[in-house]
């Protein structure tokens, strides 16, 4: 069974960084996709960036130049550098994996972690 977990979140000030990470652990197959969304209150979780495994990366407009994902393979491990952060970026923050095996189709989620922008 893969488990994910995101660390890294925290109180940062408008114009600063942050860097998350999510470990996966269980039986990670080649050919998947990491991703991260972000849910801020009463609003609905957004796509924000994914990346494949062999290091493809796309992003939403909205972080687009101030985000960066990057991936450890040996380490089953995805980032999300975050610069220039904005009160906008607040949210909980959750990494997501999509993996085939078998023929099936699984997309586990993490547990969150909870990014503030604020002064």
């Known amino acids: 069974q893969v488990q994910l977990v995101e660390s890294g979140g925290g109180l940062v000030q408008p114009g600063g960084s942050l860097r998350l990470s999510c470990a996966a652990s269980g039986s990670i197959f080649s050919g998947n996709v990491l991703a991260w969304y972000r849910q801020a209150p009463g609003k609905e979780r957004e796509w924000v960036a994914r990346i494949t495994s062999d290091g493809f990366a796309s992003y939403a407009d909205s972080v687009k130049g101030r985000f960066t994902i990057s991936r450890d393979n040996v380490k089953n491990t995805v980032y999300l550098q975050m610069n220039s952060l904005k009160p906008e970026d607040a949210a909980v923050y959750f990494c997501?994996?999509?993996?085939?095996?078998?023929?099936?189709?699984?997309?586990?989620w993490g547990q969150g972690t909870q990014v503030t922008v604020s002064s």
């Open positions: 997501r994996l999509f993996y085939a095996k078998n023929g099936y189709l699984y997309d586990p």
